[in-house]
Each structure stands twice: as structure tokens, then as C-alpha cells.
């Protein structure tokens, strides 16, 4: 059993020091990656896998190498948000690929880009043609950010001098059955309120709702555990005879 015992207590620690160490370094490394960032990541993986795996007498000189590296890389991090031309060393800089609908070919060969890449990227953007595009920025991260030509870009209220409501985020209220009182602190209402509302709409119980919001036009949204449809949407095939 010394085996089990020692594969145990080494995975438990690499997975509290990956845990740590990623919360240590941010978001980004569940965001979208830079180049950078996608380096970094693959390094620490591997770090943390060789602490996982190391033999006994070299689980605190890997445990040191993973400590070290991730030290360089916060420190680097700090440095970078301290220091632009740094950080424009390490992370790079947007690209431009097309300017008025024109393929900038010496631009997309310095970063090894290819037309397939470009394509791709226009298209899920909802760009078919080139023509239309006036500018194309491939960032650092790797997303492609298209502007428009104005001709093509679809009407917004601001373009017909319409007035519209503010829009802000919703606030949730109820989750799995749960009241979060402290939104409704937030928002200057109480239980009783919540309560009203839910018996309004034929609800005896915060437990019977999964989700609950409120807009931020005053709407409270709800959804219950039981849905009721009586002619749900089936988009699978399980349903269609053999």
C-alpha cells in the first residue's frame, strides 16, 4: 500500500499547487490565451504533472521548480500592466489584415496566417465578403475583431435617432430554490415582497423555483422545476422510429 499512499499524497499536492498557483495568476489563464499565455499554461501543466509524478526524493526540488516558475510569471504579469513597451515584448500587438476591404498579404505572412484562417474568422462573424470589411484587427489573444464597411452594417436606434431604455444586468433573486438575500438588500426589497410576487403567479415556495431574476426594468422573471409543456421541442433523433 505504500504506493497507494504515496501516488496519493503527491497528486493531492500538485492539485492544491495548481489550484493555488492558478488563482495566484489570474483569469487570464482561463481566458482567452495569448501567445504568451497559451506558453505559460502548457509549462505549468507540465511542471505540476512532473511534481505528481516525481520520485520522494525529488517532490520538493519540482515543488520548488513549479514555485519558481510561477514566481517569474507574476512577477512578469505585474511587471507588464507596470510597463507597455514590456508588454508589448512579451504579449505582442495587434495586427491589421485588411484595410478597406484589402488584403494586407505582408502583414498576414509575418505572423505565418493564412487565407483559410482568415476566411473562417470572417465567417463567424457573419462576413461573407471581403469587400465589405473595412478594417480586420487579428489580436494578440488570436480573435479576429472586424469592423464593417457603414454601408453594410445593420441599423442600430442610434442611427435612426430612436430613444431607447436603459438596459442593465439582472439581478438574481432565487437559484435552485434558494433566496439570495443579499440582492434583495441590494435592490431595497424583502421576502415578503418575493413572497407576494411568487403567490401572484400561483408559486407557494421559493423551493419550487430553479431560477428567478429581476430586470432591470422591474420584471421579475421566474422559472419553476416543472415546466408543464405539453408539446415540448425534440431537436434530437431519439424519437424517430427505427
Known sequence: MD??????????????????????LGKEQISQLTFYDYVTGITFGNLAGQLAFSEDNRVFEHFWILTLFVGIAYFLAYATTKNRPLRKLIEGEPTIVIHNGKILEQNMKKMRYNMENLLTQLREKDIFRISEVEYAILETNGVLSVLPKSQHRPLTPGDLSLPTDYQGLSS???VDGVVIYPNLEQNELDEQWLIRELRRRGINSPQEVFYASLESDGNLYIDIRKDNLEHPVDVTDSRLPK
Open 3 to 24: 504506493w497507494f499512499v504515496e501516488s496519493t499524497w503527491k497528486t493531492v499536492l500538485a492539485f492544491a499547487a495548481v489550484l493555488l498557483y492558478a488563482r495566484l
Open 172 to 174: 438574481e433573486i432565487i
